[in-house]
């Protein structure tokens, strides 16, 4: 895979993809023309991980090639306090960024509130025409549209190509089969087969679909994560730990996963396009042809993973619209987002990004985009993002074997229903 190009193409490149917005001297959100040319200040709050940032930082500041009287302010924020750290500031008002980088699962929750502004509609035609149909509903609450998706994602598994040939085995289909595949890793190199994060709930949701469930039934207004099929995940989070196949921490997730995988303590992970990045550095893919990733293994009833991905929505109350719109289109255009696929090998949510020479020649674009196509939709209502919290403190404890897995599914059942109003 080709990756990095050089500063001054970068610019010329993706100034290409900017879009000029109208004349007229004051727009309706407050930022100042001359001589009908967008100026002032965007403020972007950005939550891609350290190694994507620097990426996003130089695509985010080239917008000024098109826009010269426009100054982009990037600002990185951690994306475990970016929900929280978004709404506090959208609430006061106080030094709130005109454009945010939200998790699919936050859209919802902060349009209901009224924080995000309406998405132009000349862009919501594109939106609806040009995006995969997954991605576009994402940013979408009670019929309008308030986010525009930049990428899409799910969980695959990533697997050290070497470790497994060496121990004889094939990547795992089935989470019977990566029980096998782990014995023979650690027989053959002492090593764990598995390293799977038990600290952050989104890494249960491959578990529960596995199972045939799912944590929420929305239409019918349903918390089912205590049901069966729930209580039959919990226990298969735990069994993978006492049963050897996988190791796991309560804290610090992310960084004991990357670097059990990277240094090979650990063959095989669960894990996102985004970490493919930040895996490539690591020593044991020196060589990149090393990294295999596959399907996340099926549970007892079929394979699932998320639909995840991040959209870009501009503040409600933000003195500069239409220069923020304007930034939120350039940052989503074809051009920044195949930039985005061919340097971090992260998905487009353009259809026909996936036609161009840059995404077709991404091994893990190329991996990923069948497996996005099958991904389980979650159910985008404002309370998403609550969900996860008091999930993670139960799926934590049965994994660790603080609590029994039916005591963590139905205290996170007892939870959610705090949570979800009058549902079942």
Known sequence: MRRGIAATALVATLALAATACGGGTKDDGGDTRS????????????????????????????????????????????????????KNAFSSG???????????GWVADFASL??????????????????????????????????VPQVIDTLGLFYNKKMLADAGVQPPKTLEELKTAAAAIKAKTGKAGLYLRGDDSYWFLPLIYGEGGDLVDAKNKTVTVDNPAGVKA????RD?????????????????????????????????PWAVADTYAGDQFKDKTNLGVAP????????????????LAVYAG??????????????????????????????????????????????MVQFFKPAVDKAVE???????????EPLKVEYTKAITGAATPEDAAKAAGVEFRKILKGWK
């Open 296 to 311: 996340v293994p099926a549970g007892s009833v079929k394979a699932g993973s998320p639909q995840g991905g991040h959209d």
């Open 35 to 86: 001589g009908g040319e967008l100026s002032g200040t965007v403020t972007w709050w950005d939550t891609s991980n350290d190694a994507e940032k620097a990426s996003f930082q130089k695509i985010a500041e080239a917008f000024t090639a098109k826009h010269p009287k426009v100054t982009v302010k990037y600002v990185n924020v951690p994306y475990g306090d970016a929900q929280n750290k978004v």
């Open 240 to 272: 993978l730990v006492t049963s050897g196949a996988a190791i796991t921490n309560a804290t610090d997730g992310w960084t004991n996963m990357q670097t059990a995988f990277k240094s090979g303590e650990a063959a095989m992970m669960i894990n996102g």
């Open 114 to 147: 009224g924080y995000l502004d309406e998405v132009p509609a000349d862009t919501v035609k594109k939106v609806d025409a040009e995006f995969l149909p997954q991605a576009a509903a994402s940013g979408k609450y009670e019929g309008k549209t308030y986010a």
């Open 318 to 363: 933000s003195k500069n619209r239409a220069a923020s719109h304007a930034f939120v289109e350039y940052m989503t255009s074809q051009e920044v987002q195949v930039q985005s696929a061919k340097e971090l090998s992260l998905l487009p949510t353009r259809t026909a990004a996936y036609e161009q020479p840059d995404v077709k020649s991404s091994e």
């Open 94 to 104: 106080s030094e709130a960024p005109d454009v945010i980088r939200a998790d699919v």
């Open 378 to 388: 979650r159910a985008w209502i404002p309370e998403n993002g609550s969900l996860f």
């Open 234 to 237: 919990f226990k298969t989070a």
